[in-house]
T-cell receptor, first 113, second 110 residues
Framework: GQQLNQSPQSMFIQEGEDVSMNCTSS?????WLWYKQDPGEGPVLLIA?????ELTSNGRLTAQFGITRKDSFLNISASIPSDVGIYFC?????????????FGKGTKLSVKP | NAGVTQTPKFQVLKTGQSMTLQCAQD?????MYWYRQDPGMGLRLIYY???????DKGEVPNGYNVSRLNKREFSLRLESAAPSQTSVYFC?????????FGSGTRLTVV
């Protein structure tokens, strides 16, 4: 089945640094989503991307839908301690039999004050 | 507006015991999902229900059954729990685009 490769698996950074993470797929997706999971909670949607090349921001977060439709990037600028958590990418291909979201394995972000 | 509500939040079972995880959503969504989350494995789809009255297997359905009781409720049942089913279980619902997740059930099977 379809798989997403999300990297890096984990990051340990200093407060104030910028963060970049990405997801790649062997298949084309029509939609890319980025979620954040706080400890002990369920994932929460951060950004949704619907068109190849689309660049969308949500505060200090910026995500891009890759031109090839096989990848997506998430950047966090000037990280703060509350950015700690696990970030998941997810892709959806409406041409598939289900149209369900496929999730990456997550990037665990730790921020040192 | 509660969104997606899961019960219980925590549960410890003995091997071989059965239990049902409950999920309810108040957003009038058609689709509902059950995922399990294990360290380093991300979110893996167990079962889903595209609409009331339908259910389908996901990536890891073995050892589980589901019931879409009505449009609001989607339950996950473990008939005979095994230690390999120790995990955090998330229910989600969606209408068109992104999923809304519950806060999870942390299940330990001893």
């Amino acid at each position: 089945g379809q798989q997403l490769n999300q990297s890096p698996q984990s990051m340990f950074i200093q407060e104030g640094e910028d963060v970049s993470m990405n997801c790649t797929s062997s298949s084309i997706f029509n939609t890319w989503l980025w979620y954040k999971q706080d400890p002990g909670e369920g994932p929460v949607l951060l950004i949704a991307l619907y068109k190849a090349g689309e660049l969308t921001s949500n505060g200090r977060l910026t995500a891009q839908f890759g031109i090839t439709r096989k990848d997506s990037f998430l950047n966090i600028s000037a990280s703060i301690p509350s950015d700690v958590g696990i970030y998941f990418c997810a892709g959806r291909n409406y041409g598939g039999s289900q149209g369900n979201l496929i999730f990456g394995k997550g990037t665990k972000l730790s921020v040192k004050p | 507006n509660a969104g997606v509500t899961q019960t219980p939040k925590f549960q410890v079972l003995k091997t071989g015991q059965s239990m049902t995880l409950q999920c309810a959503q108040d957003m009038n969504h058609n689709s509902m999902y059950w995922y399990r989350q294990d360290p380093g494995m991300g979110l893996r789809l167990i079962y889903y229900s595209a609409s009331e009255g339908t259910t389908d297997k996901g990536e890891v359905p073995n050892g589980y059954n589901v019931s879409r009781l009505n449009k609001r409720e989607f339950s996950l049942r473990l008939e005979s729990a095994a230690p390999s089913q120790t995990s955090v279980y998330f229910c989600a619902s969606s209408e068109t685009m992104g999923y809304t997740f519950g806060s999870g059930t942390r299940l330990t099977v001893v």
